[in-house]
Nanobody, 123 residues
Framework: QVQLVESGGGLVQAGGSLRLSCAAS????????MGWFRQAPGKEREFVAA????????YYAGSVKGRFTISRDNAKNTVYLRMNSLKPEDTAVYYC????????????????WGQGTQVTVSS
C-alpha cells in the first residue's frame, strides 16, 4: 500500500509559478514510479508528467513541456511538480499517483492516488 498526500496548490495569476508536492508513505518510495495528472472542470482527467523510480527518467504532456518540471527526492519520499508560466487553462485539480511500472502515462497503470490539490490560474 502507498498513501499519497498532495500539497502546494492555490490561486496564482497567469505567468506565475507554483510548486506542488506529493508526500508518499507505505511502500518503498524509491521503487515506485510517480506521475501527476489533472482534471479541469467538465473535462476528463489527463496525464501531466511522470518520473521513473530509477535514473530519474521523465516524460511530459505536450501542453506542459518546457513549463513544468517533475522531480523526486527519494530521501524525503516526495515528488514535486514545478509549474512555471502558468496559464488559465492549467486550472484543474492536480493528482499525484504511484505505479510499479517503470514509467507510464496511462491512468489505468497507476495503482495509488492522492486526494488532489486545486490549482487556479487567473487571467
Amino acid at each position: 500500500q502507498v498513501q499519497l498526500v498532495e500539497s502546494g496548490g492555490g490561486l496564482v495569476q497567469a505567468g506565475g509559478s507554483l510548486r506542488l508536492s506529493c508526500a508518499a508513505s507505505g511502500r518503498t518510495f524509491s521503487r515506485i514510479a510517480m506521475g501527476w495528472f489533472r482534471q479541469a472542470p467538465g473535462k476528463e482527467r489527463e496525464f501531466v508528467a511522470a518520473i521513473s523510480w530509477n535514473y530519474g527518467s521523465t516524460y511530459y504532456a505536450g501542453s506542459v513541456k518546457g513549463r513544468f518540471t517533475i522531480s523526486r527526492d527519494n530521501a524525503k519520499n516526495t515528488v514535486y511538480l514545478r509549474m512555471n508560466s502558468l496559464k488559465p487553462e492549467d486550472t484543474a485539480v492536480y493528482y499525484c499517483a504511484a505505479t510499479s511500472i517503470p514509467l507510464s502515462t496511462f491512468q489505468y497503470e497507476y495503482d495509488y492516488w492522492g486526494q488532489g490539490t486545486q490549482v487556479t490560474v487567473s487571467s
